[in-house]
């Protein structure tokens, strides 16, 4: 059974370019986290999903971010017009419900120029 | 907001002592708690996790213990061994979705 995958790993975009993230969660899990870690900060939380739901965006930024999980395919986290403090890792984590651990993938590394 | 903290950014223990990291939150009504271990370029990997209606849970050489009325939470590892040398984040959930984590504790174990 695989883990939970994310590519690329490592993303290099000029600012005002357009960062696309992806994650597949592992099999049979219904329930998507996106984080972002910012140099020397904890994890913090950005969007949680299910199938084709978003269920709560609270950590999301108001512009610019959006993410969606689609019936079909991987979960992608979207970053349009990309300035250098979006710079971070960003990491997915599935679960197969609540109250339950997070898996975690390997995370997206972004860079912005 | 921090809502969960970790106040030592850093611990420094010899193989086969025990290790104490420590974890503060603010909001009362965080009713389940993890603990996940991170190495360099790698996502976190769940460690051990506790429900707000315990105040100990054990697997292997992994014990939290959760004190309600502190509002603190602590992982204990006995005995350190050099491969748990890793940075250990604790986190915490009001609705068993939402993790708010900490930043984290730099574990070192020498040999």
């Known amino acids: 059974n695989a883990g939970v995958m994310q590519n690329p790993r490592h993303l290099v975009r000029r600012r005002g370019q357009e960062a696309r993230l992806r994650c597949s969660p592992m099999?049979?899990?219904?329930?998507v986290y996106w984080y972002r870690q910012l140099p020397e900060e904890g994890l913090k939380f950005m969007v949680y999903?299910?199938?084709?739901?978003?269920?709560?965006e609270s950590g999301m930024p108001k512009e610019r971010f959006s993410a969606e999980f689609p019936k079909e395919g991987p979960s992608i986290l979207r970053i349009q017009q990309v300035v250098r403090g979006d710079s971070a890792a960003y990491f997915c984590?599935?679960?197969?419900?609540?109250?339950?651990?997070?898996?975690f993938g390997p995370g997206t590394r972004l860079t912005v120029l | 907001d921090q809502q969960v903290k970790q106040n030592s950014p850093s611990l420094s223990v010899q193989e086969g002592r025990i290790s104490i990291l420590n974890c503060d939150y603010t909001n009362s009504m965080f009713d389940y708690f993890l603990w996940y271990k991170k190495y360099p370029a790698e996502g976190p990997t769940f460690l051990i996790s506790i429900s707000s209606i315990k105040d100990k849970n054990e697997d292997g050489r992994f014990t939290v213990f959760l004190n309600k009325s502190a509002k603190h939470l602590s992982l204990h590892i006995v005995p350190s061994q050099p491969g748990d040398s890793a940075v250990y984040f604790c986190a915490a959930s009001l609705t068993g979705n939402q993790f708010y984590f900490g930043t984290g504790t730099s574990l070192t174990v020498i040999p």
């Open positions: 984590a599935s679960s197969p419900s609540t109250y339950n651990e997070q898996f």
């Open positions: 099999k049979g899990h219904s329930h």
């Open positions: 999903l299910q199938k084709e739901n978003i269920i709560d």
